[in-house]
T-cell receptor
Framework: GAVVSQHPSRVICKSGTSVKIECRSLDFQATTMFWYRQFPKKSLMLMATSNEGSKATYEQGVEKDKFLINHASLTLSTLTVTSAHPEDSSFYIC???????????FGPGTRLTVT | GQQVMQIPQYQHVQEGEDFTTYCNSSTTLSNIQWYKQRPGGHPVFLIQLVKSGEVKKQKRLTFQFGEAKKNSSLHITATQTTDVGTYFCAGPGANSKLTFGKGITLSVRP
């Protein structure tokens, strides 16, 4: 089956620093990748949609200068949380969808803690 | 904008009991998807329903798409502890995005 990896799985950083999270589709080409944020016992909040080779489309209320998304290849998308603050602490999950496909394959998520 | 609603958010059942949950959309959907997220895990795609009134089964799980394509149900027969988790429904929105419901977290008492 389709596998999506995320790295790192957990990261603790200090306030004001930047953190990069990688999302990779391991056995298929992901033309579209999605980045979600999930708060404890809450649903998935879509942050942005990225298509390979083009700029990401951000959801309303998500600061694109703070959450930098790059989808440089058909197997890799990155999310960089810039100048992180404690309120950015959350579970970030990516998902990937293949060309012509409809289901999203989710990565295992990254737990970010900003101290 | 489009809303996908799942109520309630939590349900507790005794092992062996049947369980049914519903998903309602504010708009007609071209399809609906269901995902399951185990505690501490990530969402995993379960199924997609496309046709009006469509019913699909996966072992003890039965998924149905409403005739008007605005609602869907998930029924689990004889729940087991392995069924524990949060079940999300999701409908497609603009630009190929999925709008997820808040999910229902199922707990099963052994």
């Amino acid at each position: 089956g389709a596998v999506v990896s995320q790295h790192p799985s957990r990261v603790i950083c200090k306030s004001g620093t930047s953190v990069k999270i990688e999302c990779r589709s391991l056995d298929f080409q992901a033309t579209t990748m999605f980045w979600y944020r999930q708060f404890p016992k809450k649903s998935l909040m879509l942050m942005a949609t990225s298509n390979e080779g083009s700029k990401a489309t951000y959801e309303q209320g998500v600061e694109k200068d703070k959450f930098l998304i790059n989808h440089a290849s058909l197997t890799l998308s990155t999310l960089t949380v810039t100048s992180a603050h404690p309120e950015d602490s959350s579970f970030y999950i990516c998902s990937a969808r293949a060309r012509g496909g409809y289901e999203q394959y989710f990565g295992p998520g990254t737990r970010l803690t900003v101290t | 904008g489009q809303q996908v609603m799942q109520i309630p958010q939590y349900q507790h059942v005794q092992e062996g009991e049947d369980f049914t949950t519903y998903c309602n959309s504010s708009t007609t959907l071209s399809n609906i998807q269901w995902y399951k997220q185990r505690p501490g895990g990530h969402p995993v795609f379960l199924i997609q329903l496309v046709k009006s009134g469509e019913v699909k089964k996966q072992k003890r799980l039965t998924f149905q798409f409403g005739e008007a394509k605005k609602n869907s149900s998930l029924h689990i027969t004889a729940t087991q502890t392995t069924d524990v988790g949060t079940y999300f429904c999701a409908g497609p929105g603009a630009n190929s995005k999925l709008t997820f419901g808040k999910g229902i977290t199922l707990s099963v008492r052994p």
